[in-house]
C-alpha cells in the first residue's frame, strides 16, 4: 500500500517561498512510470495541478505557475518538494502530492492547509 504524506509550514507570509515535501512510503519514487504530482485547492475552488517530476526525475510545470515553482526530489528519503515563490494570499490553499501513471492517480497524500498572511 503506498502512502504519501505531506509536510510543511501551515502559515507563509507574503513574498516568502513556500516549501513541502511529500514523504512516500510502500513504493519508490523512482519506479518505472510514475509521475509526482503537486495539486492544489484554494478556498472555494476546484483543484489546481501544479507540476510533477517523473520517474526519471523530469520535471512539469504548469504554465501559469511556472516561474515561481520548482519540484525536486531526495531519492535517499523517498521524498519530493516543492517549492512555490514570491506567496501571495492568492496561493492559500490545501496542497495535497499525489501519484499518477498514464494520466491516472491512484494515490494521494491527505493535504495540508497552507494560509499566506502577514
Known amino acids: 500500500q503506498v502512502q504519501l504524506q505531506e509536510s510543511g509550514p501551515g502559515l507563509v507570509k507574503p513574498s516568502q517561498t513556500l516549501s513541502l515535501t511529500c514523504t512516500v512510503s510502500g513504493g519508490s519514487i523512482t519506479t518505472s512510470y510514475y509521475y509526482w504530482s503537486w495539486i492544489r485547492q484554494p478556498p472555494g475552488k476546484g483543484l489546481e495541478w501544479m507540476g510533477a517530476?517523473?520517474?526519471?526525475?523530469?520535471?512539469y510545470y504548469s504554465p501559469s505557475l511556472k516561474s515561481r515553482t520548482s519540484i525536486s526530489r531526495d531519492t535517499s528519503k523517498n521524498q519530493f518538494t516543492l517549492q512555490l515563490s514570491s506567496v501571495t494570499p492568492e496561493d492559500t490553499a490545501v496542497y495535497y502530492c499525489a501519484r499518477a501513471k498514464s494520466g491516472t492517480y491512484d494515490y494521494w497524500g491527505q493535504g495540508t492547509q497552507v494560509t499566506v498572511s502577514s
Open positions: 517530476i517523473t520517474y526519471s526525475s523530469s520535471t
